[in-house]
């Protein structure tokens, strides 16, 4: 069982930037799949962006979609979000997560992942 941790939220004004990072413990991290989600106040928790187990296949949600860049150091256990352009909209808890099930960046938009870090919240002043 993978265990997730994430850094690198904080307060940001709108247009500015900022990028997340999780490190995960354990030797298998190079088996899951990995993603982002963010639930924001009052909000259910939503897909943000997801990463294949090579970090070749990557999928966004069209909110995020030219802003946002997922990647992944499978060398240093760790997923990255790089996030540009912020906008207030964009003010939330992001989660990291990971899954064993299927190797498909895409396979995530609409579903969860099994293994969930605590989140780092991200406030994006207007």
């Known amino acids: 069982q993978v265990q997730l941790v994430e850094s690198g939220g904080g307060l940001v004004q709108a247009g500015g930037s900022l990028r997340l990072s999780c490190a995960a413990s354990?030797?298998?991290?190079?088996?899951?799949?990995m993603g982002w989600f963010r639930q924001a106040p009052g909000k259910e928790r939503e897909f943000v962006a997801a990463?294949?187990?090579?970090?070749?296949?990557?999928y966004y949600a069209d909110s995020v979609k030219g802003r946002f860049t997922i990647s992944r150091d499978n060398a240093k256990n760790t997923v990255f979000l790089q996030m540009n352009s912020l906008k207030p909209e964009d003010t939330a808890v992001y989660y990291c997560?990971?899954?064993?099930?299927?190797?498909?960046?895409?396979?995530?938009?609409?579903?969860?992942?099994?293994?969930w870090g605590k989140g780092t919240l991200v406030t994006v002043s207007s």
């Open positions: 990463i294949s187990r090579s970090g070749a296949n990557t």
């Open positions: 354990g030797r298998t991290f190079s088996s899951y799949a």
């Open positions: 997560a990971g899954d064993l099930k299927v190797d498909s960046a895409s396979y995530y938009y609409r579903r969860g992942m099994d293994y």
